[in-house]
């Protein structure tokens, strides 16, 4: 872990050296010089897969996690497949906030879904959503 923000720093970095480097050149009219577009693609790719280790954890301990496990069944497990398979509970008293915080994790955990929606829009969401939970607790 300390590696990756080890590397994620150096790459900031070195675009903060870029944009001083390239700061005359640099123009809303031109496409960004070769060696500065080169190094954001680089930073948007480690971060894309730096992000994949902490969704899997996340994947793992959301539905097992105490305050979930109410709103989650395991189903039947296929005796030729050692996969757990789980769905969300039906006959649940209505509850949005509680909705849409599984829909917000369900689709994070949906690589599709995922690209769908985006990693920036889904912790926008949810970091509406838990404003929101906290005015209302508060």
């Known amino acids: 872990m300390t590696e990756m923000w080890g590397s994620i720093?150096?790459?900031?970095?070195?675009?903060?050296?870029?944009k001083e480097k390239y700061a005359d050149s640099i123009?809303?009219?031109?496409?960004?010089?070769?060696?500065?577009a080169?190094?954001?693609?680089?930073l948007d790719h480690h971060l894309r897969q730096?992000?994949?280790g902490p969704i899997g954890t996340m994947k793992l301990g959301f539905v097992a996690?105490?305050?979930?496990?109410?709103?989650?069944?395991?189903?039947?497990q296929?005796?030729?497949?050692t996969k757990i398979k789980i769905t969300k509970r039906t006959g649940l008293a209505k509850d949005k906030s509680r909705n849409e915080l599984i829909w917000i994790f369900m689709t994070l955990f949906d690589e599709h879904q995922l690209h769908l929606a985006g990693l920036n829009t889904l912790m926008d969401e949810l970091e509406r959503l838990m404003g929101m939970i906290r005015k209302c607790k508060g």
């Open 9 to 18: 720093h150096e790459q900031i970095v070195n675009l903060q050296r870029l």
């Open 65 to 76: 996690s105490p305050p979930m496990r109410p709103y989650f069944v395991r189903l039947l």
């Open 27 to 36: 123009s809303p009219e031109k496409d960004l010089p070769e060696e500065y």
């Open 50 to 52: 730096f992000s994949k």
């Open 78 to 81: 296929d005796p030729t497949n």
């Open 38 to 42: 080169l190094a954001f693609y680089k």
